[in-house]
């Protein structure tokens, strides 16, 4: 069964402080691996997509990785803000039906002063 | 939010009413699709769109319908409403199908069904 699974579901840090999500799958076949940070209230709005080839994708202070052997993707925040107090959703893509894009449940970080 | 609005933001209703929901785009992307946002899930495909009058259905279609009569309209209908149609609902826009194209989503739609 095609499965994103992400962890911790919840997270609290201090602001300046880094931090790691995690998000392992078991999607086949794997297209691409996409995040996106989602703010209370709002729409999804994307970070990095990263194809099989790539296994490092940066955005700002946002860094993503990719180990397509072990099916493992990793989202790293530096110095950490207020601002980035939202739910970080991984989601695989799957040629298996299309426009398939299957989503996790989101890690929910909360930045505290 | 890339050009997309939705209508309305929030909407109560009642069991067993019609509710349709509206998508609007400005940026004339071909590709239009409704998710659906529940506590202890990840969004879910509903239906989704390639062309004006063509669509297709998603993971979670029962009880969902959908038109798209013009580019830049993506219409959700719920026929019926029941309590477990109770979500958020997100619209979201690609350039194309090719899972490599960027999804834009919209500000989504709080609909509660009593």
Redesign the interface.
Known sequence: KNQ?EQSPQSLIILEGKNCTLQCNYTVSPF??LRWYKQDT??????LT?M?FSENTKSNGRYTATLDADTKQSSLHITASQLSDSASY?C?V???QA?????????TTLSVSS | DAGITQSPRHKVTETGTPVTLRCHQTENHRYMYWYRQDPGHGLRLIHYSYGVKDTDKGEVSDGYSVSRSKTEDFLLTLESATSSQTSVYFCAISESGRLGNEQFFGPGTRLTVL
């Open positions: 994103v297209s691409n209230g709002r729409g999804p709005v994307s997509i194809t959703i989601v893509g799957s040629e299309g426009t398939a894009l299957i989503f996790g449940k989101g």
